[in-house]
């Protein structure tokens, strides 16, 4: 996979200064797009900008300042660096003030420009990636959001209404497939944080040498490579919502730091020594009770009491057997809808093969049966029906196709991590893997 383009716009009505900046940050890889005044600037500059702006504050006609106001209302959270000279610093401290990402001062070496930039790329970075995440649980959230009649779900969701809009931490345990993703978005979205960003991590998914730098950040020169300061995940939650996905993977060695983080509400990046102050609310989900992990030691004590002060138990698909129509109806109507085709008719025999179904992947995995449904037709229905009952050999070898896929979805493609849940040797993974035609990249980035 390619790396993103990454863009920034410079406004310079001096030529020179154009071209010796623009110099700067492609020798850095980024992409600059120049311009000679801000009006030509604005009229190119949309609200789903996915850079940064770098402007000098003087300049004829619209100045910098006046470009930053447009801009900002355009998107309060585009970055903009404003570019002043001495005697204009006063005011460039009250853009600060206003949401200004930053500004530098004439003459400014290179080095000034990058590490302002990269900070505000970054920045930039989470706020696109939190509105997609905003705008997707928006559309998923709602009345049918959480869809079942049955008990359980009916108390998840009662259970939603009651602590969302409050600041209370929130563990989620239930099985791959579970929904346990839908249901941190609905509480973020319940709550009075809903306008600001709910940060994702995947702990599962962070490689084990970089663990700590991405959830703490680290400032410039922290270790070899780290050229510029970065900010963690935990502060860009920051206002806003945590949320660590399958905290029951994260290693051992980043749990009392993890600790520290949530009781203290602080961060200290790697290789500083100041602590930042932050207010944020903490959802975390488990694929297995805190129990069960601290029996298997994956968990420390301290950090399992911390993180189960307040849980929420999704039921597997197989506990609440009455909700797989209405599920099923559901995500066949969705995918018919997405691919251009009929909704299928549907007999009582298929919901009597379907509620006998032990379902180990759970809602996910009945979403995709409807998907099959919808492209393949009624022999994607029921394949453990007993008119089309498979030979052993095949059974056995849907079961081993099965139970890859499914820890590769619980390690999002994680191949090492993969092969420690199947407990098979490497080799022998990527040997059956390639048989049943499975690409561990498939599952890289994936919801759970």
């Not at 009006?39 to 619209?62: C, E, K, N, Y």
């Not at 968990?299 to 797989?324: G, H, K, Q, S, V």
């Not at 191949?415 to 390639?434: C, E, G, H, N, W």
Request: hydrophobic share 40%; proline share 6%.
């Amino acid at each position: 996979m390619s790396e993103p383009v990454k863009r920034v716009a410079f406004v310079d009505d001096d030529a020179d200064m154009r071209a010796s900046n623009a110099q700067t940050l492609e020798l850095a890889g980024y992409q600059p797009l120049l311009f000679d005044n801000a009006r030509s600037a604005l009229d190119h500059l949309t609200a789903d900008f996915p850079g940064v702006v770098v402007s000098d504050l003087r300049m004829p006609g619209m100045d910098g300042l006046q470009l930053f106001a447009a801009l900002r209302e355009r998107d309060p959270q585009l970055p903009v660096v404003l570019i002043t000279g001495h005697g204009d610093v006063a005011t460039a401290v009250r853009a600060i003030q206003d949401g200004a990402y930053d500004f530098l001062t004439k003459p400014y070496p290179a080095d000034a420009l990058l590490r302002a930039v990269g900070r505000a790329y970054e920045m930039r970075q989470v706020a696109l990636e939190n509105r997609r995440l905003r705008t997707q649980a928006e559309q998923a959230a709602g009345a049918s959001a959480l869809i079942g009649i049955s008990p359980a779900i009916e108390q998840v969701r009662r259970t939603i209404a009651q602590i969302g809009p409050t600041s209370v931490d929130v563990l989620i345990e239930g099985e791959t497939g579970t929904g346990k993703s839908l249901v941190a978005a609905m509480l973020h979205r319940a709550s009075d944080r809903r306008r600001r960003a709910m940060v994702t991590v995947d702990c599962g998914a962070l490689p084990d040498q970089m663990v700590e730098a991405e959830l703490f950040g680290h400032v410039a020169n922290a270790f070899p490579g780290a050229r510029w300061p970065r900010i963690g995940r935990i502060e860009a939650a920051d206002q806003g919502t945590l949320f660590l996905d399958h905290v029951d993977l994260l290693t051992q060695s980043a749990q009392p730091k993890l600790l520290r983080a949530i009781e203290a509400r602080e961060v200290v990046p790697l290789g500083g020594n100041e602590a930042r102050h932050l207010d944020f609310r903490m959802i975390a989900t488990s694929r297995q009770s805190m129990a069960d992990t601290i029996r298997k030691g994956g968990m420390i004590d301290t950090l399992r009491y911390r993180l189960n002060r307040f849980t929420i138990a999704l039921p597997p698909l197989r506990e609440r057997p009455e909700d797989i129509p209405l599920l099923y109806a559901h995500f066949l109507d969705e995918c018919a809808r997405r691919h251009g085709r009929a909704v299928p008719a549907l007999h009582d025999a298929d919901w009597g093969d379907m509620r006998a179904h032990d379902w180990p992947g759970n809602v996910r995995e009945l979403m995709h049966m409807a998907e099959r449904r919808i492209l393949e037709g009624e022999g994607a229905l029921a394949p453990w029906s007993f008119e089309n009952r498979p030979s052993l050999s095949d059974a056995v070898d849907a079961f081993e196709a099965q139970q890859i896929r499914s820890a590769l979805s619980a390690t999002r493609g994680n191949v090492s991590k993969a092969v420690d849940l199947l407990r098979i040797p490497r080799k022998t993974f990527y040997d059956k893997a390639r048989r049943h035609g499975i690409r561990p990249s498939d599952w890289r980035g994936s919801g759970g």
